[in-house]
């Protein structure tokens, strides 16, 4: 091979050809690497095996919580399901206004593991079937302000959600019934009072508390009829 001096660079096919000109050349000189590393002088040669098992092991443990993770999401959402199952059939069983809000307020905190759930309804618009039953009477405003402006509210109570709803909880869920419904539907909420303050939180999904209010203003309207 021509010499480094020369300037010249090697290419792949020039090491090719001379490997098979010197069929030697690798066994003499692994062995010579061999017995360098094996020197106890030589302190400049690195053994990444630790540092590579060490990394598998942490991506071990990382899948395995991953996976724990999965499966724990999974097992929750199956029961929250399950939960919404029961709550539907609750609804299905009643036959009027007072035995929906007696489903709300008496069967739903069991089914939800909830302190307590209640049914509220704007008194602008409020009809004689609310007096006539569990379904709580409160101004517009009170209600808005409580929710603030939002169609649904996760986390600890306000000060106007204590005070105006009266919703002593660690945390609640307060969700305003689907607007494309006809009045009253529209202008009620449901309120959840949490157990704990993880109960109910901002980040938490809000797929099952949508739906649990849709059928709740299905039903109420149903029951209206």
């Not at 020197?39 to 990394?55: C, E, G, K």
């Not at 990382?62 to 199956?78: D, G, Q, T, Y």
């Not at 529209?186 to 849709?214: M, Y």
């Amino acid at each position: 091979m021509p010499s480094d001096q020369s300037g010249y660079q090697p290419t792949a096919e020039d090491v090719l050809r001379y490997l098979s000109e010197n069929p030697d050349f690798l066994d003499k000189h692994m062995r010579d690497l061999k017995s360098d590393a094996d020197a106890p002088d030589r302190v400049n040669i690195v053994d990444l095996t630790p540092a590579i098992a060490a990394r598998a092991r942490k991506e071990a443990q990382r899948l395995s919580k991953a996976n724990e993770s999965l499966i724990h999401v999974a097992s929750e959402n199956m029961v929250n399901w399950q939960r919404l199952h029961h709550a539907t059939l609750a609804l299905l069983a009643s036959t009027d206004i007072a035995g929906m809000c007696e489903a709300i307020t008496q069967e739903f905190p069991t089914i939800f593991d909830l302190r307590f759930c209640r049914l509220f309804i704007e008194r602008e618009s409020v009809l004689q079937f609310a007096r006539q039953s569990d379904i709580i009477v409160v101004p517009a405003a009170k209600i808005d302000d409580a929710i603030e402006g939002q169609t649904l509210f996760l986390g600890p109570p306000g000060d106007v959600a204590k005070s105006s709803l009266k919703l002593s909880a660690p945390s609640v869920a307060i969700i305003r019934l689907p607007d494309q419904l006809a009045e009253p539907m529209s202008r009620c909420v449901l309120a959840l009072g949490g157990k704990t303050e993880t109960s109910f939180q901002p980040n938490l999904g809000t797929d099952l508390l949508i739906l649990l209010a849709e059928m709740l203003a299905v039903t109420m309207a149903a029951r209206l009829e």
